[in-house]
Structures are given as C-alpha cells and as structure tokens.
C-alpha cells in the first residue's frame, strides 16, 4: 500500500518570503511517482510539479521546485518569491504501479502581505 | 495541458433521487479515468477507476449498488449517485492521465459539489 503523510496542517507565510510543504511517502514500488496539486477554494486541482523516483535531478517549474531525498521517503515542496495568489491548499501525491493517485490530507498555506 | 470537463459544477437535489455527474476528457482519450470525494477540509478520497466498455473498479468501503460507474466511450466518464442521502453531500471530482502524450500528471475536472436536502 502506498501512504502520503502532510504534517502541516496550515502555514503561514509573508509575501515574497519562500516556504516548504513537507511531505513523506511510504511505498514499495521500486517506481514510482510524486506529484504537488493546488487547490484553490474554487475546488479545481491544479498540477505544479512532478518528480519520478529515478530522477537524478531535483524537478523545478518556475517559482516551484521539489526537494527530493529518496532515502528519507521525502518530496518536499518549496514555493520561491511567495504571492498573495498562492494562498490555498496544497496536496502531495504519489503515483505507484496500481495506476492510482493516493493523495496526503493537505497543508493550506496562507500568504499575507 | 490536457484539458477534463466536469459537469454540472453544483448541483442540488431532493433526497431519493438520482444525480448524474459527467466527466470528459476534451482533447485525448481517456481508457481510465478516476473519480474522487472531497468532504470539507479533507483530502481528495479515490471511489473507483472507470474503465472504457468494461466494469469500474471500487475502492474498499465504496458502494458500487450507490454509486454507478459508466465508461461508455474513450472521453466520457459518468458517475451516478443513486438514491440520493444528505450524507452524500461531497465535492466530487474526476480525473484523468493524457497516456497518449507520455506526461504523468493527471488532470482533473473542475468538481460537481452536491447537495443532498
């Protein structure tokens, strides 16, 4: 069975400051994929970032890069420069030979001015 | 990226009735697709995975007699809440992966909230 655990339930953060997501993973698949969604209070999920579990290098896209370590069991997300638009939910998955998207219980990160 | 549309966003019904959901997969072709529920505050919960021209797959403790599955073409999902409770009230929301363009993030629906009064 796969597990995604998210500690923080909610995080506070000043605008244009960084700040990390934390999040562990449990599964036995020797591959395997990590994922971070935002949700927005609209309810849509949005995709940020993906990193698979043999790759090398620690996945970045714009101002949202994935602190990797493999032995650790950890996908940390980290958000740069942070804005006022990226106050929402914020959920870590991971995606294992079972085809299916296991998603942690979320962290609401909430930037303010 | 590949774009799913869901359908209705909200809807609201009677108790005992049925509510059809609609997912779509507008520019791929889905062979799976996924169906989730959100309770307030919670993380998204995985129901069943819906497989074109052949029976969906249920997670532990969900009921198939409740919630009906059809996955009648390769871009339309539909999820029936049969029989409806309040208890059913949830945001459900679909997903799928665009596997024709070899990316792996799934995309997703925007989410039909029900309301059972």
């Known amino acids: 069975a796969q597990k995604i655990t998210q500690t923080q339930p909610g995080m506070f953060v000043q605008e244009k400051e960084a700040v990390t997501l934390d999040c562990t993973y449990d599964t036995s698949d020797p591959s395997y994929g990590l994922f971070w969604y935002k949700q927005p209070s609209s309810g849509e999920m949005i995709f940020l970032i993906y990193q698979g579990s043999y790759d090398q290098q620690n996945a970045t896209e714009g101002r949202y890069s994935l602190n990797f370590q493999k032995a650790r069991k950890s996908a940390n997300l980290v958000i740069s420069a942070s804005q006022l638009g990226d106050s929402a939910m914020y959920f870590c998955a991971i995606l294992g030979h079972t085809d299916k998207l296991i998603f942690g219980t979320g962290t609401r990160l909430q930037v303010f001015p | 990226g590949a774009v799913v549309s869901q359908h209705p966003s909200r809807v609201i019904c009677k108790s005992g009735t049925s509510v059809k959901i609609e997912c779509r997969s507008l520019d791929f072709q889905a062979t799976t697709m996924f169906w989730y529920r959100q309770f307030p505050k919670q993380s998204l919960m995985l129901m069943a995975t819906?497989?074109?021209?052949?029976?969906?797959?249920?997670e532990q403790g969900v009921e198939k007699d409740k919630f009906l599955i059809n996955h009648a073409s390769l871009t339309l999902s539909t999820l029936t809440v049969t029989s409806a409770h309040p208890e059913d009230s949830s945001f459900y929301i679909c997903s799928a992966r665009d596997q024709g363009a070899g990316t792996p993030e799934a995309f997703f629906g925007q989410g039909t909230r029900l309301t059972v009064v």
């Open positions: 819906s497989n074109e021209g052949s029976k969906a797959t249920y």
